[in-house]
């Protein structure tokens, strides 16, 4: 099955930016749907953007505008920019696939990003 691995996560201050990656192991254009995701403590993990497998993004409210989600088929890689970073931002993000539609079956082990005030 399909492993993903993240990496970027770091400690940044209020206003930076980070840009996270996503390497899967096998060809993802056209097969996968990609997502990104984070969790903060004690809060359940939400979607914050999805790359759909026809091409196209959708970002949800709290994200948009600041993060931007893309991915290089060529490398079966997904990166998320992210910009004007805020402490709330504070959490584990995780990208997932879909290959079947409907659900997110495969998850990468976290990164985690710090935002300091």
């Known amino acids: 099955q399909i492993q993903l691995v993240e990496f970027g996560g770091g400690l940044v201050r209020t206003g930076g930016s980070l840009r996270l990656s996503c390497q899967a192991s096998e060809r993802t254009a056209e097969v996968y749907h990609m997502g990104w995701f984070r969790q903060a403590p004690g809060k359940e993990r939400d979607l914050l953007a999805a790359?759909?497998?026809?091409?196209?993004?959708h970002y949800t409210s709290s994200v948009k505008g600041r993060f931007f989600a893309s991915r290089d088929n060529t490398k079966n890689t997904v990166y998320l920019q992210m910009n004007n970073l805020k402490p709330e931002d504070t959490a584990i993000y995780y990208c997932?696939?879909?290959?079947?539609?409907?659900?997110?079956?495969?998850w990468g082990q976290g990164t985690q990003v710090t935002v300091s005030s």
């Open positions: 997932a696939a879909d290959r079947a539609g409907g659900s997110w079956e495969y």
């Open positions: 790359l759909w497998r026809s091409g196209g993004i």
